[in-house]
């Protein structure tokens, strides 16, 4: 007898999937451990406890985002995916002028037929598979972009306010869900827009095997009015309330079973001290523009300022290296490849940033570990912005130190790991726990330890080690230091800074 159902083999492939094991990442942009709290985040909080803590985990240098989401997506360092700064040179499309990562730019550097990354992402490893990976993000147009570039052929999709990929997808989901609201500080209704897209689109719809969401809180708040501030602290009670939905959410459809969620930030935060114009600084100093004999190209990324002087100018570089040691607010010099050997520079490839695409110099501003006036440890120089207000992209340790938990049927609960982890492990780790190949290669490392499948923490192997390096400016005596930690083949940056 016919029970009235047609057989449905794509039907049953579906709640085949829907059984899977998927992936879950949750970024709170700018998030520090130690706002990490009953207090203001009860709902990661829990979290935390029944699942793993990764207390020593770092962003990659420099501490901004649009580097950091393009390690998280492709499991390597800067210098082995090719975007070296939120504000860069990229030669092959323009040797002589910095440009900032944001949109249309990044398309129109993709038009142009020049890679945006020089690595594959998430989303193209995983449509070698035949799988997706989705993110929405509300912060930057440049942030979302980066998540997954080339969704337009290789399947997926990044959902921003004001575009997506692929572009047709923007205009059906405005259709569907209505405009979305206006930024705003906190930016709350744009991460509540953006959960109602996930949990009524993405991830019953869809069912990607990754897919992520990134909330615009708490930088925004950070840079306009400080780490501690009002402002600051009611962006993180409510981005918090909004996690605390997306799981409620994953519980009541029974999905939380078979989803395992990572929940992170890509950098930790300072208090600016004072400013510091490099680029305006670097021309008083005589230095001509790029693209003229002897040129400097100065691309501010806030707490880091990245160098570009002529191939093979090696003559510009050293001037350039010893006017910058004797900066008041010169942390630490690492310099590329094509200009090694400068006294007192340490090399960029210690800091995962030698590459195609690295600048022949990289300084991370000078910081200290003094609080602010909310008792947030860390001021620092900065490009930009206003003292007292947040910023990042040094080596602070208060910078490089940020968020990641772990909980879902992968792995262990009730765990604090101290072992060295980093951004640019999320995509290896993803794809282990999706049973996926495709991590050979990178950077990042699977953070086996944490899995319940791994071996104990105790077993695992890492060392820290203080590279310095100093120069004889005559006056005075420029010195520098940078510590690394490593686990097998991956390293870390944990701080870095002048030293007297």
């Known amino acids: 007898m016919s029970n009235g159902h047609k057989w449905n083999p794509a039907h049953l492939n579906r709640q085949s999937e829907r059984r899977m094991s998927s992936v879950l990442v949750f970024v709170f942009d700018g998030l520090q451990p130690a706002q990490?709290?009953?207090?203001?985040?009860?709902?990661?909080?829990?979290?935390?406890?029944?699942?793993?803590?990764?207390?020593?985990?770092?962003?990659?240098?420099?501490?901004?985002?649009?580097?950091?989401?393009?390690?998280?997506?492709?499991?390597?360092?800067?210098?082995?995916?090719?975007?070296?700064?939120?504000?860069?040179?990229i030669r092959e499309f323009d040797p002589d002028q910095h440009m900032g990562a944001l949109e249309p730019v990044l398309s129109l550097i993709a038009k142009a037929g020049v890679p945006v990354l020089l690595a594959p992402t998430l989303g193209e490893v995983l449509a070698r598979h035949g799988k997706e990976y989705v993110a929405i993000g509300v912060g930057t147009?440049?942030?979302?972009?980066?998540?997954?570039?080339?969704?337009?052929?290789?399947?997926?999709?990044?959902?921003?306010?004001?575009?997506?990929?692929?572009?047709?997808?923007?205009?059906?989901?405005?259709d569907r869900f209505g405009p979305w609201p206006d930024e705003a500080a906190p930016n709350t209704s744009r991460l509540a827009h953006a959960t109602r897209i996930m949990t009524e689109y993405v991830l019953p719809e869809r069912m990607p095997a990754a897919a992520m969401i990134w909330s615009y809180e708490p930088d925004k708040s950070h840079h306009a009015e400080g780490v501690g501030s009002i402002l600051g602290d009611t962006a993180i009670k409510e981005a918090d309330g909004q996690l605390g939905d997306l799981m409620q959410w994953l519980r009541e459809t029974g999905r939380a079973e078979n989803t395992d969620v990572f929940v992170a930030s890509d950098h930790g935060y300072s208090t600016i001290s004072e400013i510091a114009g490099v680029e305006a600084l670097v021309k008083e100093a005589g230095f001509p523009p790029g693209g003229q004999p002897g040129g400097v190209i100065v691309a501010q990324n806030g707490g880091a300022v990245l160098f570009y002087t002529a191939p093979g100018d090696l003559d510009t570089a050293n001037r350039l290296a010893g006017w910058l040691m004797a900066q008041p607010w010169c942390g630490t010099v690492t310099?590329?490849?094509?200009?090694?050997?400068?006294?007192g520079t340490l090399p960029a490839s210690l800091v995962g940033n030698e590459g195609p695409r690295a600048p022949e110099l990289t300084v991370s501003f000078r910081w200290e570990s003094t609080a602010n006036e909310a008792g947030y440890a860390g001021m620092v120089y900065s490009t930009s912005g206003q003292p007292g207000t947040g910023q990042h992209g040094s080596m602070s340790r208060h910078e490089i130190h940020n968020i990641l938990f772990t909980s879902g049927p992968s792995f262990k609960s009730g765990l604090k790991l101290n072992t060295p982890s980093g951004n640019l492990d999320l995509t290896p780790t993803i794809l282990k726990v999706l049973g996926i190949s495709g991590h050979e290669g990178m950077h990042g490392r699977v953070l086996e330890e944490a899995l319940v499948v791994g071996p104990d923490a105790a077993d695992i192997e890492w060392s820290t080690e203080l590279h310095h390096a100093?120069?004889?400016?005559?006056?005075?005596?420029?010195?520098?230091?940078?510590?690394i930690s490593t686990v097998g083949t991956t390293s870390y940056v944990d701080q870095g800074n002048r030293v007297d």
């Open 470 to 483: 100093e120069h004889n400016l005559g006056e005075q005596v420029y010195r520098q230091q940078i510590k």
């Open 36 to 89: 990490v709290n009953p207090r203001l985040m009860p709902n990661l909080s829990a979290f935390a406890a029944g699942g793993v803590t990764f207390a020593n985990h770092h962003s990659v240098f420099p501490t901004v985002t649009r580097v950091n989401v393009s390690s998280m997506v492709t499991g390597m360092n800067p210098g082995g995916h090719g975007l070296a700064g939120n504000r860069l040179v």
């Open 141 to 174: 147009t440049g942030n979302a972009y980066l998540h997954n570039p080339n969704a337009e052929d290789s399947g997926g999709a990044t959902i921003h306010p004001t575009f997506a990929l692929p572009r047709d997808l923007h205009e059906s989901l405005i």
């Open 335 to 343: 310099a590329s490849d094509a200009v090694a050997g400068i006294p």
